[in-house]
């Protein structure tokens, strides 16, 4: 489960996404420039290889999108994880600070209820993990966002955030699914707007590949009818019965390819 003393590295990440998402070319070398730290440094603490300092927590701290709450679970979480080290030399700053524990303890929740929403609200998170089935699958964030025309960024977080929920594991630096965390709706309830933006990126991914995947690799139809609505319970019964015998045709055989399934029914009259 998720670490709260590596806090930190999930708001320098979410601070280079938000970013990243206003200017798409956006370089870590810009993004340490404008932190004023060193860009190897900033690497190292993004990849978990090096505990910040308080001093760099400090001066990285005002320059993040956060309320002055979340700067001080920032700062929180780095003396928190520089604890942890059990140095036989411990700086005074890390010994004088005092960190709210109660707050950490509410922030673990908050960022797995975080972590859950986005997980259900970016199509690409549950695509990687339907990916680890795949008998050419690379464990490798960088041939993962090649395949999926990802920002690399982005691949890495929702990794991370697939391992916190246990959706995911890693041993000997290769991921894989894990089969029963996959019923996402027996376990957990997920909000409206993370469902409804997932269901918007699948439709747009959709558009996608009417444009650029030849008509052999994929089957889309449409009907136009005129319905009795009081029959859409049933409609929807079938519908879901329609999927699971599908999926379970398609996943009988060899894993080569990811795809997704859409079924469609709306009214055209308001």
């Not at 806090?7 to 004023?36: D, G, P, T």
């Not at 300092?53 to 320059?63: Q, R």
């Not at 140095?87 to 010994?95: S, T, V, Y």
Request: charged fraction near 30%; charge should be positive; aromatic fraction near 8%.
């Amino acid at each position: 489960m998720q670490n709260v003393e590596n806090y930190y590295i999930q708001a320098l990440e979410k601070e280079l996404l938000l970013r990243k998402q206003k200017n798409s070319s956006y370089s870590m070398r810009a993004f340490s420039k404008s932190l004023n730290v060193n860009s190897g440094v900033l690497s190292l603490v993004l990849n978990g290889k090096r505990t910040p300092s308080l001093e760099f927590g400090e001066k990285v701290a005002e320059k993040l999108s956060v309320d002055p709450k979340g700067r001080q679970h920032f700062l929180d979480s780095i003396v928190s994880a520089q604890r942890k080290r059990k140095l036989q030399r411990i700086p005074p700053a890390i010994k004088k600070y005092k960190v709210n524990e109660k707050a950490l303890k509410d922030l673990k929740f908050k960022e797995l209820q975080n972590d859950y929403y986005h997980s259900v609200s970016e199509w690409y998170c549950f695509t990687i993990l339907e990916m680890t089935r795949l008998s050419e699958f690379k464990s490798c964030t960088k041939w993962i966002s090649k395949q999926l025309g990802v920002d690399e960024l982005k691949v890495k977080v929702a990794i991370k955030r697939l391992l916190n929920l246990g959706f995911l594991t890693e041993e000997n630096g290769e991921y894989k699914a894990v089969d029963d965390q996959l019923r996402l709706d027996e376990m957990y309830t997920a909000t409206s707007v993370a469902r409804r933006n997932k269901q918007i990126q699948i439709r747009e991914k959709a558009i996608e590949s009417i444009e650029e995947v030849p008509i052999e690799k994929r089957s889309m139809t449409s009907m136009t009818m005129c319905i009795d609505v009081d029959r859409l319970p049933e409609a929807k019964k079938l519908i879901s019965e329609f999927n699971e015998a599908m999926s379970n045709l398609l996943e009988s055989g060899k894993k080569d390819k990811v795809y997704a399934m859409e079924i469609g029914l709306f009214p055209l009259q308001k």
